[in-house]
T-cell receptor
């Protein structure tokens, strides 16, 4: 079974600054995918970014980028130029590569507050 | 694309009552998932379907919970009888399978008094 750990329950950052959210995971799988989801106060779960384990290049989506360290089983999210709208819960998630289904295993989440 | 649609958005019921949560997945998505979110346990997978067939229901907490998917465009999660500890946000999600990400509905907040 896979486990996902987010060691920072809460974080805060000043608007326009950069913040990094940590995530580690434990798996015996070699082929898998990693995701970051954002959950704002509206409760909606929004996909932020995705990384394939077989790709060495770190994924980037506008102000969001990841630092994927496969050997260390680490998958951190960096948010640059933080905006007030980035205030939300952030969840790291693991997906095993399988023909039987692609369920996600989530970490416990990090609550991020962006301060003006 | 309207996304995954869940109803109701909020549900308040008394202990012992039957509760039915509904979900319409994105058209063309072969996989449907039900997750539960609580402060204590985070996001837990309850059950998922592939082509309307339940594949893994090991996350369903007990026999009071049941889920069905009678067709490709509709699924229900039923709790009978409901208990206060069932209070949570229940999410439905769908995907194309493979490495495709899950697309979530807005969730149903259930309160059992």
């Amino acid at each position: 079974a896979q486990t996902v750990t987010q060691s920072q329950p809460e974080m805060s950052v000043q608007e326009a600054e950069t913040v990094t959210l940590s995530c580690t995971y434990d798996t015996s799988e070699n082929n898998y995918y990693l995701f970051w989801y954002k959950q704002p106060p509206s409760r909606q779960m929004i996909l932020v970014i995705r990384q394939e384990a077989y790709k060495q290049q770190n994924a980037t989506e506008n102000r969001f980028s990841v630092n994927f360290q496969k050997a260390a089983k680490s998958f951190s999210l960096k948010i640059s130029d933080s905006q007030l709208g980035d205030t939300a819960m952030y969840f790291c998630a693991f997906m095993k590569r399988s023909n039987a289904g692609n369920m996600l295993t989530f970490g416990g989440g990090t609550r991020l507050m962006v301060k003006p | 694309d309207a996304g995954v649609i869940q109803s109701p958005r909020h549900e308040v019921t008394e202990m012992g009552q039957e509760v039915t949560l509904r979900c319409k997945p994105i058209s063309g998505h072969d996989y449907l998932f039900w997750y539960r979110q609580t402060m204590m346990r985070g996001l837990e997978l309850l059950i998922y379907f592939n082509n309307n067939v339940p594949i893994d229901d090991s996350g369903m907490p007990e026999d009071r919970f049941s889920a069905k998917m009678p067709n490709a465009s509709f699924s229900t999660l039923k709790i009978q009888p409901s208990e206060p500890r069932d209070s949570a946000v229940y999410f439905c999600a769908s995907s194309l399978g493979g490495s495709s990400p899950l697309h979530f509905g807005n969730g149903t907040r259930l309160t059992v008094t």
